[in-house]
């Protein structure tokens, strides 16, 4: 493979063009940093992509005449720019997104990704991010691959033969990693009650965090865990290496550990790496419900930024303000409430880290519902679970009043009579 360096690869890029950057761990921020540097060449460049780590220049204000970013999921990176002139979201389910794509209703002109280096018969893998990257490079015009030994060659839909690189780039740079966080008092009693809610032979679905890892940490005497997940993080590896999460009850790939992305440390990039328990698959099967309703037991664990009374989930929004994106909750909230024995959950804790509800009488102005009333089942905090499906307004509100903080159950109570007052 001829390599170039990340300078010679861009110069084909063009004002008004549209270039994809690969996302989570993946980012090739060698590309990234050379595209912005040719800002003032450049006008009206569309930079899309879902959650990138790490520095995101593009997005700042002073590159707004060259560069304006349409993302399907706000990171913490673009978030301060977010409904400025040139930073913007857009809402959509995940597993919508690499059929969006695919339509040819949204264009990509360059692809930037992350690979590794060609095996002996010519084929990188895009390692530990294939979601929607796989349809990007699909259908992109040109595609400039960041060529890295140290990304883990997946097995999956992950690979890409090096013939349709229009341009590589060689570099050694470690990759972005995400080490746990030490769970706090509120997390690990959230863990228990979620924990208490798995069953034996249950399929997992979970995202990253300290909620997620405190779930797992309980669930060690359980038999026969399987994971199918949009992304995963070290948090399974335990589990993995105590032959608990063995997949063996699974109908659809049964026996291995099926996800889109990871995000994580070395040793979860290692455990990737050429093993053939690890399916890294398109997003747009990963969170397809007709996929994930085949496993029995599929048990969703999602998160909130809040939930109303009634049981309206935001997770994308603090009122008007976008804070990440719609993501893969209602793809799995949907796909577990119609898995056998399936369960959908929602955990979050009672308050803010400011000590505010989660918990509301109504959703702030302007708040995305994410997941509907109609369509969450399990509600989960520090003080317990409550299962909302076939519940009436009333009654969700009362067993919501029962998982808020000890301090905030009055008012909602009275809040709760104010709106419900005649079946309260």
């Known amino acids: 493979m001829n390599y170039l360096s990340a300078e ?7 004002s008004h063009e549209r270039v994809f950057i690969h996302g989570g761990c993946a980012t090739p921020h060698l590309l990234v940093n050379a ?19 790490g520095e995101a220049p593009y997005a700042r204000p002073e590159y707004a005449n060259s560069f304006h970013v349409n993302a399907f999921f ?3 990176n673009v978030r301060p720019f977010v409904n400025e002139l040139n930073v913007q979201y857009i809402p959509m389910f995940l597993s919508e997104i690499p059929l969006f794509l695919r339509s040819g209703k949204f264009p990509i002109d360059t692809a930037l990704v992350q690979v590794s280096p060609p095996d002996m018969h010519g084929y990188c893998s895009l390692g530990i991010s294939v ?10 015009k040109h595609i400039i691959a960041l060529v890295n030994p140290n990304m883990p060659r997946s097995l999956g839909d992950s690979q890409i033969h090096q013939s349709a690189f229009f341009a590589a780039v060689h570099t050694n740079e470690p990759l972005a990693e995400m080490a746990s966080a030490p ?9 228990k009650h979620i924990a208490a809610l798995v069953e034996d032979g249950a399929t997992l679905q979970m995202g990253i965090g300290g909620i997620p890892n405190a779930a797992l940490q309980f669930l060690t005497n359980h038999k026969n865990l399987g994971i199918h ?24 790939h049964p026996g291995k550990i099926v996800s889109s992305f990871a995000m994580g440390t070395r040793k979860l990039y290692d455990f990737i790496h050429d093993n053939p328990m690890v399916a ?53 909230i949907r796909g577990a409430a119609l898995s056998e024995g399936g369960k959908a959950i929602i955990a979050l804790p009672s308050t803010t880290s400011k000590g505010l509800p989660k918990l509301v009488p109504t959703l702030k102005t302007g708040a995305g519902v994410v997941t509907t009333r109609a369509h969450v ?48």
């Open 8 to 14: 010679q690869s861009l110069q084909h890029i063009k």
């Open 35 to 53: 595209l912005t540097a040719r800002s003032g060449e450049l006008e009206n460049v569309e930079i899309t992509h879902l959650h990138t780590e």
């Open 74 to 76: 706000i990171g913490k």
């Open 131 to 140: 979601d929607i990257a796989r349809a990007a490079c699909d259908k992109a």
């Open 183 to 191: 769970l706090s008092d509120i997390e690990i009693e959230i863990g």
């Open 229 to 252: 997940t949009e992304m995963f993080s070290d948090g399974i590896l335990p589990l993995v290496e105590k032959g608990i999460i063995n997949g063996l009850t699974k109908r659809s």
């Open 280 to 332: 890294m698959l398109d997003v747009a099967y990963v969170n397809d419900t007709t996929v994930i309703r085949k496993n029995p037991k599929l048990t969703a664990i999602n998160s909130a930024i809040e939930i109303d009374l009634s049981g309206q989930v935001c997770a994308d929004s603090i009122g008007t303000e976008i804070f990440s994106g719609v993501g893969g909750q209602m793809d799995f």
């Open 377 to 424: 089942h399990f509600v989960v905090t520090e003080y317990g679970s409550v299962d909302l499906y076939g519940k009436n307004i009333a009654q969700r509100a009362k067993a919501l009043i029962a998982l808020a903080h000890p301090d905030h159950r009055a008012a909602l109570e009275k809040e709760a009579y104010s709106l419900y007052g005649r079946c309260w």
